[in-house]
């Protein structure tokens, strides 16, 4: 089996177009994977695949790169006191299990339907989940903008409903600052891993869930998602590199620029106001939505269900890439930005404080 | 001011110093690249080998991108993020026997 696999491997030769691809995403990556927890991946599985790279080499490169990335993020938020370990213990143990079943759902599809099929099950996954949870999150971010950027209390919030029902054994996470039954954590966990099997972005509901649901903070979560995503991560990474399927150069490289972009998306969570994690979660996963609703009709055509020209469909691909690599870029920009404003506003409060202004 | 004038100071001498760690690493490893790529892609358990490389690359590119974003003035604001405690719920009042006489 494994010599099979490695014969079918095909790692690609190195030129300066391909490092300059993995450098810049795996920066910008890294910069979102600090800031919100995750990111970076739905854009270089693909990237890399346009590159040349085999699916399965890229699946297995950039998830070698993930775990490390995650684990020095999750060290620098954990020194900043926003990680709960126990929490993200807890969270991915539940996981694991989803990521189980979610690739057998996903073998089930592809024996069903073909590759087409399970391309177009991806898709819908990502444009279905993305628009619903992304589009709350956005919503709620945009709620507290306007409020001045205060968190509202609300005392008849899912997560405070769950929080008073008392079903053994209850958990309690001091970080997160939530006291809650370990039954209403499992399916939080378990749809992560079920996501993250399906579209390899495990944090667009680990996050959101940690937070509607459990009742974490919008800190704490998006810190909290880089132990899961290293832990999974991790696991993922023993499964392929026995397979011989990672290539250890773009590993390099994505890890070269995502190590900088990690550390500066953490940095980046102690400048800005809480509520912005959700502005750039929310911004992100509607746009990304978007890019895979692109998409959806070359799988429609390949499963013969509708007939489009083989050029605007061409067209649609490219169309669906380039929205995903503008999701990144937009959500880097408004981190960089809101620092750069949180910082300027630091020096201004200083000088004021000195009377120099 | 000289306190934090001398902090950047070693912070970029450790900047310089991870730097060239991280680069050195880098040269020997893409120097080889065939015979690297050839070992870590055999699979079975030659597995652990990508996954110790990259646990090494990650303390040392960790560590000089910490000290190259401190060297660059780019540092966590000094509000620190304090975990909440969590609440319990309020212990309930057991009532007290009384006495009284039933009449």
């Known amino acids: 089996?494994?010599?099979?696999?490695?014969?079918?491997?095909?790692?690609?030769?190195?030129?300066?177009?391909?490092?300059?691809?993995?450098?810049?995403?795996?920066?910008?990556?890294?910069?979102?994977?600090?800031?919100?927890?995750?990111?970076?991946?739905?854009?270089?599985?693909?990237?890399?695949?346009?590159?040349?790279?085999?699916?399965?080499?890229?699946?297995?490169?950039?998830?070698?790169?993930?775990?490390?990335?995650?684990?020095?993020?999750?060290?620098?938020?954990?020194?900043?006191?926003?990680?709960?370990?126990?929490?993200?213990?807890?969270?991915?143990?539940?996981?694991?299990?989803?990521?189980?079943?979610?690739?057998?759902?996903?073998?089930?599809?592809?024996?069903?339907?073909?590759?087409?099929?399970?391309?177009?099950?991806?898709?819908?996954?990502?444009?279905?989940?993305?628009?619903?949870?992304?589009?709350y999150v956005f919503y709620d971010a945009w709620k507290i903008a306007r409020g001045g950027g205060e968190l509202p209390v609300n005392e008849n919030s899912l997560a405070k409903r769950l929080q008073k029902i008392n079903l053994p054994p209850m958990l309690n996470f001091e970080t997160a600052g939530v006291r809650i039954s370990m039954w209403f954590t499992i399916p939080v966990g378990f749809a992560t891993g079920m996501l993250a099997a399906t579209i390899a972005v495990g944090g667009f509901i680990g996050v959101p869930g940690m937070i509607y649901v459990l009742g974490a903070s919008g800190l704490v979560a998006s810190a909290t998602e880089l132990v899961i995503a290293f832990v999974m991560g991790f696991g993922g990474t023993v499964k392929w590199a026995i397979n011989g399927m990672v290539d250890i150069r773009l590993t390099l490289i994505i890890l070269a620029g995502s190590l900088l972009g990690v550390q500066l998306g953490a940095i980046g969570t102690t400048f800005v106001k809480e509520h912005m994690i959700k502005v750039v979660m929310g911004t992100i996963m509607l746009i990304v939505a978007v890019s895979r609703g692109l998409a959806i009709p070359k799988y429609l055509k390949e499963l013969g269900l509708i007939s489009l020209d083989e050029g605007l469909i061409a067209g649609l691909m490219t169309a669906s890439f380039i929205t995903m690599c503008i999701a990144l870029a937009i959500g880097a920009i408004i981190i960089l930005g809101s620092m750069w404003q949180a910082k300027r506003k630091e020096k201004y409060a200083l000088k004021e404080s000195y009377g120099q202004v | 001011m000289p306190d934090r004038k001398k902090k950047r100071n070693s912070h970029i001498i450790k900047a310089v110093l991870y730097g060239a760690l991280t680069a050195a690493l880098y040269a020997a490893v893409f120097t080889h690249a065939d015979t690297v790529l050839a070992y870590c892609s055999r699979g079975a358990w030659f597995a652990a080998l990508p996954i110790a490389t990259v646990f090494v690359f990650s303390f040392v590119h960790g560590a000089f991108a910490n000290y190259l974003w401190a060297a660059l003035g780019i540092e966590a604001t000094k509000k620190a993020v304090q975990p909440r405690v969590a609440e319990r719920p309020a212990p309930r009042k057991r009532p007290r026997p009384r006495l009284h006489l039933n009449t």
């Open chain 1, 1 to 135: 089996m494994q010599d099979v696999a490695q014969q079918a491997v095909q790692f690609i030769d190195l030129n300066l177009t391909v490092v300059l691809f993995l450098f810049i995403v795996g920066f910008i990556g890294g910069l979102v994977s600090g800031f919100i927890g995750s990111g970076g991946a739905f854009v270089l599985t693909p990237g890399m695949m346009s590159l040349g790279v085999p699916g399965a080499v890229a699946v297995a490169s950039n998830m070698c790169h993930k775990f490390p990335k995650a684990m020095v993020g999750a060290y620098k938020r954990w020194r900043y006191g926003q990680v709960d370990l126990k929490l993200g213990l807890v969270m991915a143990a539940s996981a694991s299990v989803g990521v189980l079943v979610g690739i057998k759902i996903q073998e089930a599809v592809l024996a069903a339907w073909g590759q087409s099929g399970s391309n177009l099950y991806v898709s819908v996954a990502f444009v279905v989940v993305l628009v619903v949870v992304g589009g």
